[in-house]
């Protein structure tokens, strides 16, 4: 599927996203500058953190606790959409989708 990222500046990348990769290794993988990512997805770092929409929320798993905690560690404001992209999944229903990348992470 493809994923389209969208940074705070507006620029928007649309990156191919494997099924089963994290949506923090697409965006990695498409150079999207605003997903840092420096703990490589363990879950230690809260600088993979990008806002989904209501209806995407909807669709996707729950956060895990620890991913509940760690985004207290972002930098960006935390918002109803905010997850850790490292614990989001590629699916085949998430083509096209539209993903904000935060203004800091
Ligand atoms: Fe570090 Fe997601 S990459 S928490």
Excluded at 15 to 36: F, H, I, L, Y
Excluded at 64 to 89: H, P, Y
Aim: net charge negative.
């Amino acid at each position: 599927p493809k994923l389209i990222f969208i940074e705070a500046d507006g620029t928007r990348t649309e990156v191919d996203a494997p099924v089963g990769k994290s949506v923090m290794e697409a965006a990695r993988d498409g150079n999207v500058s605003g997903v840092v990512a420096d703990c490589g997805g363990s879950l230690a770092c809260a600088t993979c953190h990008c806002y989904f929409s209501n209806d995407q929320i909807a669709d996707l798993p729950a956060k895990s606790d620890t991913e509940a905690d760690m985004l207290d560690f972002a930098n960006a404001e935390v918002k109803d959409g905010s997850r850790l992209s490292c614990q989001i999944i590629v699916t085949e229903a998430m083509d096209g989708w539209e993903i904000n990348v935060p203004d800091t992470q």
